[in-house]
Structures are given as structure tokens and as C-alpha cells.
């Protein structure tokens, strides 16, 4: 698929390797989920525009490129999404951030929506869609659907582990939406977990089980 990106970075595989042991902790997880956040937005902010502005250096004059006009917004999909938040900032300290809350019905099995608060010039911006794992692709298709229902035309899921069956539903939803992420594992088990995995993101984030 032309609008999956698998970033195969050796830090990436590294940090990833931690986060699938079962005996890393809640806090070195945290952490290796912010860092991993960052360095895969480094790549997938590699398409921002630039503009030339003049400054003065110590020696002399020069043109230099800076990112134009109101350019990013992340969304984290509540609550696993949260914890990309920080090694987002941290490389782009002025990026606007969104929360976008979803729930699965019990007895329709789809997701929906229960919270959104976007930057007011959501639609002026790309957003990058935030959610560590990409299981089956329901609640990342729908958080699709629903900043587009605001106007959002640039819309990128970036993901730190994806099964097949989530890429082939959001490709099959939307597809110019473009997934990143740091490796695609075999599948999902019967409880829809993606194998082998790294467990519940959320839970191993915060610490809730």
C-alpha cells in the first residue's frame, strides 16, 4: 500500500523491543512510548512546507527555511493516544493538540464518539492522528471519519504497531489517509490483541493493570 509507511529505524526496533517485554515497567514504558512518538514524527512531518525568511548569523546575512503559516495538529485517540503526546511537543513545542474520546458500543460492536476538542483552526492544519496500537482499525477509521466531519482535509494515523487487518480497514475507509508506523505484526488473537504485541498500551501507560 503507497500510504503505509513502516519505519524500520534501528532506535525504533530497539526502543520497540522494550516495550513488547512483559517485565518493562509502567514508567520505562511511558517514557519509550513518548520517545518512539517523537522520532517517528520526524518522519512523518517530513512533508511540512518551509518558507525563506533573511536572518542575521554571526558573520553575515543568509536566507534560512522555517515551517510556514499554521501547519501541525496532533489528536491523541483517548486515552492510549496521550501518551504520544510529550515526544511530539517536545520536538514541536507549538503544535496545537486535539482530544478525540471513543468507546465501542456493546451491543453494536462500532465505535463512538464521546468527547472532541479541536484547535479552533483545525482546518487550516494537517493533523496526525495519534494511537499507539492499530488493531482492528475501527476506532482509527471512525476518529478518521470524525476530523474529517470538521473540515480536515490532511489527516496521517501514526501508530506504534499495526495488524494487517487494521491497515486494510482504514485503507479500505480512507484511502489517502497515510499510516505510519514502526512494525506490522502477524495478526489479532481471538480478543482482537495484535500478535505478538506488547499487551494493552493503555493499561501498560498508566499502570491500570
Known amino acids: ?96 493538540v486535539g482530544h478525540l474520546g471513543l468507546y465501542r458500543d456493546p451491543e453494536t460492536l462500532e465505535p463512538v464518539e464521546y468527547y472532541c476538542k479541536l484547535p479552533p483552526d483545525i482546518t487550516e492544519r494537517e493533523v496526525i492522528l495519534l494511537d499507539p496500537m492499530l488493531a482492528t482499525g475501527g476506532s482509527a477509521a471512525a476518529a478518521v471519519k470524525v476530523i474529517q466531519g470538521y473540515g480536515c482535509k490532511r489527516i496521517k494515523l501514526m501508530s506504534i504497531l499495526a495488524a494487517p487487518e487494521g491497515i486494510a480497514r482504514v485503507h479500505a475507509d480512507h484511502p489517502d489517509t497515510e499510516i505510519y508506523v514502526a512494525a506490522v505484526d502477524e495478526g489479532l488473537n481471538d480478543h ?18
Open 1 to 96: 500500500m503507497s500510504n503505509l509507511h513502516v519505519l524500520d529505524h534501528p532506535l525504533l526496533q530497539h526502543k520497540l523491543a522494550k516495550l513488547r517485554d512483559k517485565h518493562t515497567g509502567v514508567k520505562e514504558f511511558r517514557e519509550i512510548v513518548s520517545e518512539m512518538a517523537g522520532l517517528m514524527c520526524y518522519e512523518a512531518t517530513r512533508g511540512l512546507p518551509l518558507e525563506p525568511i533573511e536572518i542575521e548569523t554571526p558573520l553575515c546575512s543568509a536566507t534560512v527555511y522555517r515551517i510556514a503559516g499554521k501547519t501541525l495538529a496532533i489528536v491523541p485517540i483517548l486515552r492510549a493516544g496521550l501518551g504520544m503526546v510529550d515526544g511530539i511537543q517536545s520536538l514541536i513545542p507549538s503544535v496545537k
Open 192 to 209: 482482537r490483541y495484535i500478535v505478538p504485541g506488547l499487551g494493552d498500551a493503555g493499561d501498560r501507560i498508566f499502570g491500570t493493570k
